[in-house]
């Protein structure tokens, strides 16, 4: 379970769809979206808090590598990790340390950004290959964008991306990914709807949406 490059539980990204609020993701419930852009991409607007927050760098709550109890090595709350390329970087909520599949709460390989809330109920929180986690304050506002790169990852809305219409073109074989999510708990629940896309993708995203999350796609720009 500690190898880089795991497969999350059914959650390589964007295989499954089904309906409206379909399946992607590992298992889980609780908070959960990222970037890596270019241009306006939201990416290049990563600060979960204001003017303050953008001012003042924060400090890693937690590091990239490694097996975390909750409770005593880190606290419940969300947090995110950025930077992510090399597809490299596996995350997962665990109700214990026996290693099998029916620890798993929920997990998922990223691309880009990442989103996740730990929840108290949790026992532990493993990551591997992925760049420093820092807490983030889901209330606080950032400098919204209008674009946001294809293979981003998980956006927030409100903070990252404005909410709004947004296109993306000239996606193939279906490999593009995208999902609109109520929370970061990455379960089958936090799913508002999902698609995989091929050629020309327009999704509506609210704003009462909590965060979406984009994989595999061209960059996307928002149209209205």
């Known amino acids: 379970m500690g190898m880089k490059g795991k497969i999350a539980l059914g959650a390589v990204v964007g295989v ?45 709550a937690f590091a990239g590598d490694g097996d975390f109890r909750v409770g005593s090595d880190i606290k419940p709350g969300t ?8 597809g490299m970087c596996y995350w997962e909520r665990a109700k214990d340390a026996k290693g099998e ?24 929180f493993k990551s591997n290959g992925c760049k420093d986690w820092e807490a983030v304050d889901t209330k606080a506002k950032g400098t919204p964008a ?21 296109r993306s073109t000239g996606n193939s074989d279906g490999a593009c990914y995208w999902e609109r999510a109520k929370d970061a708990g990455h379960s089958l629940g936090s799913i508002i709807a999902n698609n995989n896309a091929t050629g ?5 995203i609210s704003s009462s949406d909590a965060y979406f999350k984009t994989t595999g796609c061209q960059d996307w720009k928002k149209t209205g």
């Open 16 to 60: 499954v769809v089904i309906g409206v609020a379909s399946t992607h993701g590992g298992n889980g419930s609780s908070d959960g979206g990222s970037g890596s852009g270019k241009d306006s991409s939201a990416s290049a607007h990563h600060s979960s808090g204001g003017s303050k927050a953008a001012a003042t760098k924060k400090k890693a």
């Open 79 to 86: 947090y995110r990790t950025t930077g992510n390329s090399d």
């Open 101 to 124: 599949m029916n620890s798993i709460i929920a997990n998922d390989n990223v691309s880009g950004t990442s989103y996740v809330t730990v929840k108290a109920t949790d026992r532990y």
């Open 146 to 166: 209008t674009g946001m790169a294809g293979d981003g990852g998980m956006f927030r809305v409100g903070a990252d991306i404005a909410p709004g219409t947004y």
């Open 200 to 204: 020309t993708a327009v999704v509506t």
